[in-house]
């Protein structure tokens, strides 16, 4: 799961993440190349091949994790990168669920209001299992 092209965990995308982990999910949040928390240069550079590539990487990482069943992973995008999931899902054959979400500013706001602005930590670069084809 990842938040829209320019943004980061800690705007909204959290919410998100608690939301399905209160319903059950596993879930692996993280900040596209170059943005946030993640690794990159240059930093802030847009580059949706590479964005694509981040959610290449989230599978792979989430697809060995004890807690996750390989059958029933699902990537999610907000904004434009809920078109990057439906790249990747045409593309790799293991997420079986891709899901776009469009949220209307009045509805980030009641999920902003609902926070306690907790984060949940990310992994690093050592976690990450990176594809490399």
Known sequence: MAHGTTATVKMVAIEYT???ARAGRAVLIYDHRNFGSSDGEPRLQINPWIQCRGY????????I????????IGL??????????VVVSACDPRPNRPQERKLKPSER??????????FLPLPTSQDRSVATS
């Open 109 to 118: 706001k009641k999920i902003v209001n609902a926070s306690s602005r907790e």
């Open 56 to 63: 290449l990487d989230a599978l792979s990482f989430a697809s």
């Open 76 to 85: 999610w995008g907000d904004s434009y990168t809920g078109g990057q999931v």
């Open 65 to 72: 994790r004890p807690e996750v069943d390989p059958e029933r």
């Open 18 to 20: 608690r939301t399905f």
